[in-house]
């Protein structure tokens, strides 16, 4: 990856377990989803025109596959990145979104934005995007915003849609990967409508899939007992499988669990 195009972010804070770079993977399993997304990613440098959709329920480690994947090809990278209020409707987001792009890569209009975005290997959505209220507190990313305003986020991805059937011709010179979820909170516990849904998920994924490339970030419950123990080798088997009953096969979330029985 030849570079990232982040650098007027001004690091104030970061989660422990969360990725915002391949520096930030320490010991990183390589396990099946990863080489799916890998050899996908792969693909993008001769192609354009793809729209990779990256699928995990949260705490899988979506951003994490993606950066170690990118980190292992040779890719010119436009990594995006969002800050917005609380208080932001729809359309703030959507005007603060290319504003924004605007800004970073010197353009004066949107036409001038997909120019400049056909000339990377590829623009990539992940958590400086999604989750940028780790790395400014007093912002916050696409994720956290959607998860707080709940439907009223609709319009927001109306004017998306809109904007993808409009400049259609424009995207086909552009490769874009983003790191995908649909959060709803539920007594305290987030869930990605995406993937923690049974059946109903997997409608939306069939669905998704019959317009973008879809990579869902999975792990077998021996790659889980890998990942767990690449960072904790003192633990037993039985210990790291009472962790998974209880977090699921969700490594963040069991190593922060971890964390805190340290402290």
Known sequence: MKSINTNQINIISMAIHKVFSAKDNGNFIKTASFYELYSLLKTLKTSKGH??????????????????????LDFDVYDTFLFIDAHSTPQDVFRIFWDTLKKDMGAKSKKE???????????LFADPFLDSEYIDGDKMGLGLWTEEKGPDTFPLYLKVLYEYFKHYNDLKKVNIVAQTAWILKFRGVRYDILTDFGFFSRILVFLLKRLFDVVMISYTKEEMMEIVRSYHRDLDDEKIGKYIRKYGNRPRFIFEALDKETE
């Open 51 to 72: 729209f990779v959709l990256v699928l995990g329920t949260p705490g899988t480690g979506k951003s994490a596959n993606i950066y170690q994947a990118l980190s292992l």
């Open 113 to 123: 934005v997909y120019k400049k975005a056909s000339e990377y290997d590829l623009i």
